[in-house]
């Protein structure tokens, strides 16, 4: 069995060589179609805050911790809606992962993430961890090894605005925004109004392999 890095990966997605453009630049290419817009992403985070509440039957002992970048606000909008259902405050932090992921040595460095956990430590709580897209299910997997060094909850769950396929781990999520049936030689970008101006999930082409353009 061969184990394929992210960046061979990459590479293979985005072109040999290249940066994932989803990284760099504009954070959408200009032939990328909208398959969510900012009222419809609304939606789905008002029914997953809801989900969140009846699986966790009241949500008591839940803290929400979002994966930087784009998991941090969603993790603050999800806790605002859960907290204008049940009047309480709703504990809420983010978890870096860039020093566990698996490509570490292989990726161009990255910046470091902020890593914030509420004072009342994540020990015996329900953390639901919040992403914008989930894909191969490797930074998952990074953020639970993040979660292992702050502490022992007593169940880990996933939220997730986008499941675009892909896995190549045994990483499912608890609560999904959108199924997005994609290719691999698709890219998902999600836009959200806090770091990007507006609200937007965008499906458009990776870019091609050398060789390919035109
Ligand atoms: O399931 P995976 O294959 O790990 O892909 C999903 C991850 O990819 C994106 O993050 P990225 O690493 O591009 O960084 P970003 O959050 O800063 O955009 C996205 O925000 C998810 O965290
Ligand atoms: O298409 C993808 C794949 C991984 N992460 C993203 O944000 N988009």
Known sequence: MCAQSRAERDSQVFGEG???PRGSGPRAAATARTVLDGPEIERALTR???EILERTKGGDDVTLLGIPSRGVPLAERLARRIEGVEGRTVPRGSLDITMYRDDLRLAPARALGRTDVPPEGVDGRLVVLVDDVLFSGRTVRAALDALNDIGR???VQ???LVDRGHRELPVRADY???NLPTSLRETVTVQLSEPDGHDAVLL???K???GEEG
């Open 204 to 206: 458009g082409p990776a």
């Open 48 to 50: 997953i805050a809801h």
């Open 176 to 178: 999904v925004g959108k």
């Open 18 to 20: 290249s940066a994932d």
């Open 158 to 160: 996933l939220a997730i």
């Open 208 to 210: 091609p392999r050398p």
């Open 153 to 155: 909850p007593r169940a």
